[in-house]
């Protein structure tokens, strides 16, 4: 079993920022990514990386949110700027032992932490 915990959510306004963590048990993970997910809609992939450190991001967040890892203290962060209202959802950390070659489609991860909530303001 692999533990993931979410920290870091809150209520901003529009333009606002806020830092995301996600503190894993192990640094075994060959993928790791971000997701959300808002009322009524699909889990959506946001970022990702893997082991070599390559990152990808959804088009929506490009030039905003910044992914990255600290492996030595089991920690993945997810640095988001200039937030809008649309970026309004519960933010899930994900994990695997694999290579993804979608990194960005939920069903790539096999390790779910419970989320965190990001709510944007107009």
């Known amino acids: 079993q692999v533990e993931l915990v979410e920290s870091g959510g809150g209520s901003v306004q529009a333009g606002g920022s806020l830092s995301l963590s996600c503190a894993f048990s192990g640094n075994t993970y060959y993928s790791m990514a971000w997701f959300r997910q808002a009322p009524g809609k699909e889990r959506e992939g946001v970022a990702a990386?893997?082991?070599?450190?390559?990152?990808i991001y959804t088009d929506s967040v490009k030039g905003r949110f910044t992914i990255s890892k600290d492996v030595p203290k089991n920690t993945l962060y997810l640095q988001m700027n200039n937030l809008k209202p649309e970026d309004t959802a519960m933010y899930y950390c994900?994990?695997?032992?694999?290579?993804?070659?979608?990194?960005?489609?939920?069903?790539?991860?096999?390790?779910w932490g419970q989320g965190t909530q990001v709510t944007v303001s107009s």
């Open positions: 994900a994990a695997d032992m694999f290579q993804s070659f979608q990194p960005l489609d939920r069903n790539e991860y096999q390790f």
């Open positions: 990386c893997d082991k070599d450190g390559t990152t």
